[in-house]
């Protein structure tokens, strides 16, 4: 798989792909990459890319004359292309995207600054347009590194398919809390259950905690998983019992409380 990035600053998304898992990616020839730099495709001397809007308003737009010579010399054009404009104007990011964009051989993401860039580049260009969340920021070079760090490494090989299968919104549902060595930390105990060596608990335990923490922080994710078919029936009873004190985990003191539930749950 291929990721080009068209940018105005190149050093931002370059320290991404030469570090951690996505260097070894690279290095394997799993992931190929180009940063293109959209300066090198002004007109003038001062590689001018932005202007003054046309009806007036606050904020310079990047011009389309350097982005769509740069997104000419990629052959951003071509069908096997698919291009992408980072804006958070687009539609929402997510990991169902995410997957679906992994299974495409090449992805230009173009990174906008200032106001944004000209509607007919999007126009002759842009396959689709999407944003990582609802506020707005400087960079969108910011922006495009997020989409690729959560799609490159769904290309099979880059992480086992068993890291993957245990990840947060796989199922529609928030990963189950994690714990290492040392046991015991700050008083803090790892849970007995994890320590018993006896998987079926374990599976239960890690169920009941990952739909603990989706209703906590996501309840909106147990309807979607309702509608996809993805809850099971023993899932659905601890939902049952789990939304009688779920609340409490956002006070301290209460959150004393739910522990100590906890606990009494395990120990039947």
């Known amino acids: 798989m291929k990721f080009t990035v068209l940018t105005l600053f190149p050093e931002i998304p370059e320290a ?3 570090t951690s898992i996505m260097a070894k990616a690279v ?9 293109v730099n959209i300066r ?27 982005l769509g010579r740069a997104l000419d010399s990629v052959q951003a054009y071509k069908k096997q292309q698919h291009v992408i404009y980072v804006t958070p104007s687009g539609k929402q990011f997510t990991q169902k995207k995410a997957v679906e964009l992994s299974r495409k051989e090449n992805l230009v993401f173009i990174c906008g600054r200032y106001e944004g860039i000209d509607q007919r580049i999007i126009d002759t260009y842009v396959d689709e347009e999407l944003s990582i969340g609802d506020y707005v920021m400087s960079s969108g070079e910011l922006a495009a590194t997020v989409m690729v760090d959560a799609i490159y490494r769904l290309v099979d090989g880059v992480i086992t398919e068993e890291s ?13 809390p994690q714990y290492t060595r040392p046991e015991v930390y700050k008083g803090l105990e790892v849970p007995s259950v994890l320590r018993s060596g006896n998987h079926e608990e374990i599976r239960k335990w890690r169920l009941r905690k ?9 309840p909106d994710l147990i309807q979607t998983a309702r509608l996809t078919g993805t809850l099971t029936e023993e899932a659905e009873k601890m939902i049952e019992e789990l939304t009688g004190y ?14 100590r539930l906890q606990r009494g749950n395990q120990e039947k």
């Not at 001397?45 to 389309?64: I, R, S, V």
């Not at 779920?246 to 522990?259: A, E, F, G, I, S």
């Open 164 to 176: 993957l299968n245990e990840e947060s919104f796989n199922g529609n549902l928030l990963e189950y």
């Open 16 to 18: 991404f792909f030469k």
């Open 210 to 218: 990952s739909l603990e923490k989706t209703l906590r922080n996501r």
């Open 27 to 35: 290095e394997k020839g799993i992931i190929a990459y180009d940063l």
């Open 40 to 66: 090198d495709f002004a007109l003038d001397k001062h590689k001018t890319c932005d202007d003054g809007t046309y009806g007036g308003g606050a904020g310079q737009l990047l011009m389309p004359q350097p």
């Open 246 to 259: 779920v609340t409490y985990k956002n006070d301290r003191k209460k959150n004393r409380l739910l522990r």
